[in-house]
């Protein structure tokens, strides 16, 4: 009995010293709008068809001018993968033209969520169609404070547009005015042991400054 004891002690010490590596991996993005997520160093920074590591391009700063942009509105997008596999991705798009403020979203009740998800799974079954990829299952969406941001969390399962994998994603909205974005986050299910709190992590991680 005194070997098992000490066998689940060593076992938490060396769950607790992983949990710890885990932490120190990870590094915040600074995004337009004073907004900032945190990520794994390991995570590949995607920009006209250039790879890079996070963990290189934040070596002396954090700052969005470093970022190099897709477009006005599509400034931030990293991938993980394995084996040469996408098998993680995020991104932010932004929507200057958005009147919704954060206190529309306090305000709205279940039924306003509930009718924006149906137009929402709509126009997500219909896009999916247009390139080819699949939704597989929709678990809907609900409203969430996240670090004191009111935001609307959209998730659903999609299948791979490369091969039979099927993917978890989460699209997390927040309505700011002209300064409204989507931050949406996914990963493969055959990686969720890894990636489910991983990605957890990055969505509650999420912080934005400034706004009423």
């Known amino acids: 009995m005194k070997r098992s004891y000490a066998q689940v002690s060593l076992l938490f010490f060396i769950c607790f010293l992983s949990v710890a590596s885990v932490a120190t991996n990870f590094v915040t993005i600074k995004l337009p709008e004073s907004v900032s997520v ?50 993680g991705i995020i991104n932010a798009r932004y929507y200057p033209e958005i009147e919704t403020s954060q206190k529309d979203v306090q305000l709205a009740s279940s039924v306003d969520i509930r009718e924006l998800d149906t137009v929402l799974k709509k126009n997500a079954i219909r896009y999916m169609k247009i390139i080819g990829a699949k939704i597989t299952s929709w678990e809907g969406t ?31 909205r927040v309505f700011a005015a002209d300064r409204s974005f989507t931050l949406t986050v996914s990963y493969q299910e055959s990686q969720a042991f890894f990636l489910k709190n991983i990605t957890d992590r990055i969505i509650s991680s999420l912080t934005m400054t400034g706004y009423r």
Do not use: C, M
Not at 47 to 68: A, G, Y
Not at 143 to 162: C, D, F, P, Q
């Open 38 to 87: 945190d990520l794994p160093k390991n995570w590949v920074l995607i920009s006209n068809n250039r790879r890079i590591t996070l963990d290189t391009w934040v070596e002396s700063t954090f700052d969005v001018k470093q970022i190099p942009s897709i477009d006005s509105s599509f400034p931030f997008a990293a991938n993980y993968y394995v084996a040469g596999a996408t098998v």
């Open 142 to 172: 609900e409203k969430r404070t996240i670090n004191g941001i009111t935001a609307l969390v959209t998730e659903y399962h999609r299948k791979s547009l490369r091969n039979s994998g099927v993917f978890r994603v989460r699209l997390v």
